[in-house]
């Protein structure tokens, strides 16, 4: 019979918790953003026009790629026509496809381009020019619910925009979010396949990501978990906790692997691990019932509480079983 690993549930957990977060921050900013003063809308909007016409990524672009704003978003068809008006190629998006499935396609547009409302109730082009995609240089501007300082952008839930970049978009196109100063947060949740932003461009300016190396975003996400923490209510305690939860984790995966080679009582060692093992999966559950995670999903608890007991066992069964 083939043995768990010590710890197997980490991953499979933090992509079930996730996208319960990203929910969770698409409802609340969506009601943040509407409810904006009509007078700080106006002011902020003004200000992101004449900071997004001075940065250098849209001076040096030969077209830019501009979604038409709809409900609470930073209004871009007063940009827009501004910018035709000033020589720009601009392209829209027309959409196909349902959410999660489907694509969006870009059409270059000029001053008196009708338009038609099209899926959601966006405006959108016809779809009867040629299709336009981005070469090196050019500029794509994605709408947004919340974004954070690192580039990553929270959107609406349909993977669009993921899709097109994905698809379209190769090395050199510029990558930018616009948003009202409300809609920076401290962190966005995250997935490994998410493609931050390279800049987001807010009333008070451009901000530019800091580069983080693929180690620094897993050490942030996966095991201190500063996403979470930025909810706690205490986070010298739980960051406290957490590592306690870590160090049970590197001391199972440690003593398993050395339980592995040719060393005296091998079996013991194993029992150990297991009990390492057990240990960090009490751990989770005393993180959740001591109110840190509010929203976490329940396929991780049924994890921890199933493993958990296992591995005593199995512990048990190493020591004593020999």
């Not at 990524?57 to 209004?75: C, H, I």
């Not at 038609?116 to 336009?132: L, S």
Request: charged fraction near 25%; charge should be negative; proline fraction near 7%.
């Amino acid at each position: 019979m083939t043995e768990p690993a010590p710890e197997t549930f980490r991953s499979v957990a933090e992509s079930a918790e996730i996208p319960v977060r990203k929910r969770q921050m698409r409802k609340e900013m969506k009601a943040v953003r509407a409810a904006i003063p009509d007078d700080v809308r106006l002011h902020e909007e003004a200000s992101l026009r004449e900071a997004l016409f001075a940065c250098p990524e849209w001076k040096n672009a030969s077209r830019v790629f501009l979604y038409l704003s709809a409900g609470a978003e930073v209004d871009t068809r007063g940009l827009i026509r501004t910018a035709l008006h000033a020589g720009k190629t601009i392209a829209v998006p027309k959409t196909e496809g349902r959410p999660g499935h489907g694509h969006l396609h870009f059409y270059d547009i000029h001053p008196d381009q009708e338009l038609t409302r099209g899926a959601f109730g966006i405006y959108e082009p016809t779809g009867e020019g040629e299709r336009v995609t981005p070469v090196p240089g050019d500029l794509i501007v994605l709408p947004g619910v919340a974004f954070d300082e690192d580039g990553n952008r929270l959107g609406y839930g349909g993977g669009y925009y993921d899709r097109f970049l994905d698809d379209h978009a190769p090395e050199g196109v510029h990558t930018m979010g616009l948003a009202f100063s409300c809609q920076m947060v401290d962190r966005v949740p995250h997935e490994t396949h998410d493609r931050p932003l390279e800049s987001v461009m807010t009333p008070h300016g451009l901000i530019r990501p800091r580069k983080k190396t693929r180690m620094q975003d897993f050490l942030e996400n996966f095991i201190l978990e500063e996403d979470v923490l930025a909810e706690s209510q205490n986070v010298r305690r739980d960051r406290l906790f957490l590592w306690f939860r870590n160090l049970f984790v590197l001391g199972a995966l440690i003593l398993f692997l050395v339980s592995l080679f040719s060393i005296p009582h091998p079996h013991m060692v194993r029992g150990i691990a297991y009990f390492f093992g057990a240990a960090a999966y009490f751990s989770e559950i005393l993180l959740v019932t001591g109110g840190f995670r509010k929203r976490l999903p329940s396929a991780e608890m049924f994890m921890a509480y199933c493993f958990g007991p296992l591995y005593v066992l199995l512990g048990l069964t190493y020591l004593f079983g020999h």
